[in-house]
């Protein structure tokens, strides 16, 4: 089935007035009655299918500015296809930490018509996997000039919901949890703040799947991360 992508504005257009959606629209959307969990997070992934209305005041893009992913990294994404401009560059983003918590790296590739056009790296002694993911992400937005239309590719879904469905609602608390510390605070207002000034859009792809841009991701985080270990070696084993 033709499918075509879907936005979080889109959606929150298609509400109801006393929030949530009609059973109807979620009908239409191809979503099954009562919704399944996750419902949301597949929409965004995969979009609708392409016979769906769009609610009022939001006009179908032209044929010129909906077009598939670039076919070297096509199957980096769901069938759906990504609505950005012709030109718009993709950015594979990767962190990892081995062991979890301990010397960590984070690397992110540009791509533009197929051919790797930058790319960049880091790492540090002591740190998570969510913050070198987040770091990923914060480094390649701060890369990109803020009007540049990119599609953001990221493996983690801890990332992914962070950016598209978290943010919005920690912003509101003060970047707090329950009144408490909320975990990687600092980066996740940084994300915030370099989303809001930008327009790049930020998307799932499944890690470890052969995607070329994901693999050359992992690649150099993990050069970010050796390079943490030789500037400051190896952590002492944990005591026991």
């Given at each position: 089935m033709s499918r075509?992508?879907?936005t979080e504005a889109e959606m929150a257009a298609a509400r109801l007035p006393g929030g949530g959606w009609s059973a109807a629209q979620l009908r239409a959307w191809g979503v099954r009655w009562p919704p399944p969990g996750g419902w949301r997070r597949k929409l965004l992934r995969c979009g609708v299918p392409a016979a769906c209305p769009y609610p009022e005041g939001?006009?179908?893009?032209?044929?010129?500015?909906?077009?598939p992913l670039n076919p070297l990294l096509a199957f980096a994404a769901t069938p759906a296809l990504v609505v950005m401009p012709r030109d718009a560059m993709e950015i594979f983003t990767d962190?990892?930490?081995?062991?979890?918590?301990?010397?960590g790296g984070w690397g992110f590739a540009v791509y533009r018509g197929g051919a790797e056009v930058h790319c960049a790296h880091g790492g540090e002694a002591a740190t998570t996997n969510n913050r070198m993911e987040l770091t990923?992400?914060?480094g390649a937005l701060r890369w990109l000039a803020p009007a540049a239309p990119a599609i953001v590719w990221s493996d983690s879904q801890y990332v992914v919901r962070a950016c598209l469905e978290w943010r919005h609602g920690w912003r509101k608390?003060?970047?707090?949890r329950g009144g408490g510390a909320l975990a990687n605070a600092d980066l996740r207002q940084a994300l915030d703040d370099l989303l809001q000034a930008g327009s790049a859009n930020i998307r799932w792809t499944r890690g470890h799947a052969g995607t070329p841009g994901n693999e050359r991701a992992d690649e150099l985080a993990a050069v970010g991360r050796q390079a943490a270990v030789r500037r400051n070696g190896p952590l002492p084993p944990a005591d026991g």
């Open positions: 075509r992508p879907i939001f006009a179908p893009d032209t044929a010129a500015s909906a077009v962190g990892s930490c081995e062991p979890n918590p301990g010397p990923a992400v914060i608390a003060s970047w707090t």
